[in-house]
């Protein structure tokens, strides 16, 4: 048996269960009918002996792959010794570690003064929390997000979200927020950062002053689209100027997802609030974070509250993943040196079909042009054992979410397995390979 290739089965599990108890809304599990039982590393393992290699990693949760041994160890010693699992928001030994080290190895090395609020640990909620604060401070509703970002589920982030489909489930009207063309969004020849600061500046305009710019570097789930660093420069001169607080929600595209620790790294601009969660454990717990400038930090005790602030779990194998992979350039060399293997295929891939590519960084994907084709290519991959998903308004962009700390090998094994499906996919009249 290969110890380089994915050994997918073919037997589907029986989902009765599912069908039977779990509510309709799951998603993930009906692309890839396979029961998971263990993961380690860039693999998943289902319960008949399969092996799939993870190019969606949890959509970018899993940046250092599965059960990484660092953290993984770092937890369970945390465990053995009866350390705090909830602890509210009281001081812990495992709190006081986390920020220590998010201070000394991410903020003093980037010369970043933040603060670290912990809101209820999924990305949704530090976007929340981060809007909340936005017009807390500055007095003002409105927030302008950008065509095509997503921003979580919760009715103040899922009004910051595009897609209409997710907006849909809200039930009540998504208001207080104005949809701006993201960078790119008219084409190359419209500077879409100067319709922006034309509308801020005209009293006549009908955009009111917002309290906060909320915006991706590179649109995770809105198909990979990429701020250029002189776009997002203009975005936070336009926020400054008018009184506005810039958002980064860094929750997919930062923990090294597009190199840096941030997203936004040397690009010339220092964001006043930034969202963080998906990888920031590091193993896959749940953790989110909003960081901001000291000045912001206006809250009263308690005023953004929630039970589960600050996992501790959490915090032990995030002090451990900071520790452990960026306490020096190892790791960011590795994950460039692969960025640009990664960028080489794709545009190779691209050009062979007449197609482009997308996204920035471990963050890049291929326009297949259209959400069913894309979909074919996903089916196809994952019979051949690949895990990956689309991303984008139609599913048209097949993103490559690789773990960052697969070796050069497999990462090329797998863009392999890409490069036939989108081939087989694309060679086959399109209408057949549905039947
Ligand atoms: C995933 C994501 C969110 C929401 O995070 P959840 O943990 O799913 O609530 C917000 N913003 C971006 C950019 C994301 O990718």
Same mark, same amino acid.
């Given at each position: 048996?290969?110890?380089?290739?994915?050994?997918?089965?073919?037997?589907?599990?029986?989902?009765?269960?599912?069908?039977?108890?779990?509510?309709?809304?799951?998603?993930?599990?009906?692309?890839?009918?396979?029961?998971?039982?263990?993961?380690?590393?860039?693999?998943?393992?289902?319960?008949?002996?399969?092996?799939?290699?993870?190019?969606?990693?949890?959509?970018?949760?899993?940046?250092?792959?599965? &059960?990484?041994?660092?953290?993984?160890?770092?937890?369970?010693?945390?465990?053995?010794?009866?350390?705090?699992?909830?602890?509210?928001?009281?001081?812990?030994?495992?709190?006081?570690?986390?920020?220590?080290?998010?201070?000394?190895?991410? @903020?003093?090395?980037?010369?970043?003064?933040?603060?670290?609020?912990?809101?209820?640990?999924?990305?949704?909620?530090?976007?929340?929390?981060?809007?909340?604060?936005?017009?807390?401070?500055?007095?003002?509703?409105?927030?302008?997000?950008?065509?095509?970002?997503?921003?979580?589920?919760?009715?103040?982030?899922?009004?910051?979200?595009?897609?209409?489909?997710?907006?849909?489930?809200?039930?009540?009207?998504?208001?207080?927020?104005?949809?701006?063309?993201?960078?790119?969004?008219?084409?190359?020849?419209?500077?879409?950062?100067?319709?922006?600061?034309?509308?801020?500046?005209?009293?006549?305009?009908?955009?009111?002053?917002?309290?906060?710019?909320?915006?991706?570097?590179?649109?995770?789930?809105?198909?990979?689209?990429?701020?250029?660093?002189?776009?997002?420069?203009?975005?936070?001169?336009?926020?400054?100027?008018?009184?506005?607080?810039?958002?980064?929600?860094?929750?997919?595209?930062?923990?090294?997802?597009?190199?840096?620790?941030?997203?936004?790294?040397?690009?010339?601009?220092?964001?006043?609030?930034?969202?963080?969660?998906?990888?920031?454990?590091?193993?896959?717990?749940?953790?989110?974070?909003?960081?901001?400038?000291?000045?912001?930090?206006?809250?009263?005790?308690?005023?953004?509250?929630?039970?589960?602030?600050?996992? &501790?779990?959490?915090?032990?194998?995030?002090?451990?993943?900071?520790?452990?992979?960026?306490?020096?350039?190892?790791?960011?060399?590795?994950?460039?040196?692969?960025?640009?293997?990664?960028?080489?295929?794709?545009?190779?891939?691209?050009?062979?079909?007449? @197609?482009?590519?997308?996204?920035?960084?471990?963050?890049?994907?291929?326009?297949?042009?259209?959400?069913?084709?894309?979909?074919?290519?996903?089916?196809?991959?994952?019979?051949?054992? @690949?895990?990956?998903?689309?991303?984008?308004?139609?599913?048209?962009?097949?993103?490559?979410?690789?773990?960052?700390?697969?070796?050069?090998?497999?990462?090329?094994?797998?863009?392999?397995?890409?490069?036939?499906?989108?081939?087989?996919?694309?060679?086959?009249?399109?209408?057949?390979?549905?039947?």
């Amino acid at each position: 048996m290969s110890t380089t290739l994915p050994q997918p089965t073919t037997c589907k599990p029986d989902t009765a269960i599912y069908e039977r108890r779990e509510s309709a809304v799951r998603s993930y599990a009906r692309s890839m009918p396979r029961q998971f039982n263990k993961a380690e590393d860039v693999w998943m393992h289902d319960n008949q002996g399969g092996r799939y290699l993870d190019f969606l990693s949890g959509c970018s949760t899993l940046n250092y792959g599965h &059960n990484h041994p660092v953290l993984k160890s770092a937890l369970m010693d945390y465990i053995a010794a009866n350390g705090i699992t909830h602890g509210l928001d009281l001081h812990t030994d495992a709190k006081e570690a986390f920020l220590d080290t998010l201070e000394t190895v991410i @903020l003093r090395p980037r010369g970043l003064n933040y603060r670290a609020m912990f809101t209820g640990p999924t990305g949704t909620n530090a976007v929340e929390a981060a809007i909340k604060l936005a017009r807390k401070v500055t007095g003002r509703e409105l927030v302008i997000a950008f065509t095509n970002g997503f921003h979580g589920m919760t009715l103040g982030a899922l009004a910051c979200t595009g897609n209409a489909t997710k907006r849909g489930g809200a039930g009540v009207p998504l208001s207080h927020v104005a949809h701006e063309p993201y960078d790119g969004y008219h084409g190359p020849d419209v500077d879409t950062a100067e319709l922006l600061e034309r509308r801020l500046a005209d009293p006549s305009s009908g955009l009111d002053a917002p309290a906060a710019i909320l915006v991706e570097t590179v649109q995770g789930e809105g198909g990979l689209n990429v701020a250029s660093a002189p776009w997002l420069r203009r975005i936070a001169a336009i926020a400054r100027r008018h009184g506005a607080l810039m958002i980064v929600d860094d929750i997919q595209a930062g923990c090294g997802r597009t190199g840096g620790f941030f997203s936004f790294e040397d690009m010339g601009f220092v964001p006043d609030i930034v969202t963080m969660a998906k990888s920031l454990s590091g193993m896959g717990l749940p953790f989110a974070l909003a960081l901001f400038r000291p000045e912001l930090d206006q809250w009263s005790p308690g005023e953004h509250n929630g039970t589960f602030r600050g996992n &501790n779990h959490a915090f032990v194998t995030a002090a451990a993943a900071l520790r452990h992979f960026w306490s020096d350039g190892q790791f960011q060399q590795d994950v460039a040196r692969r960025s640009g293997m990664l960028e080489r295929r794709l545009d190779a891939m691209a050009a062979e079909h007449g @197609l482009s590519t997308r996204g920035r960084g471990m963050m890049r994907g291929i326009d297949l042009g259209s959400g069913e084709i894309a979909g074919t290519v996903t089916a196809t991959c994952f019979e051949r054992g @690949l895990i990956i998903e689309t991303s984008g308004a139609h599913d048209e962009v097949v993103k490559v979410l690789a773990p960052l700390v697969i070796d050069d090998a497999l990462l090329s094994a797998g863009l392999d397995i890409l490069e036939s499906s989108i081939r087989e996919t694309l060679a086959t009249p399109y209408g057949v390979a549905a039947e």
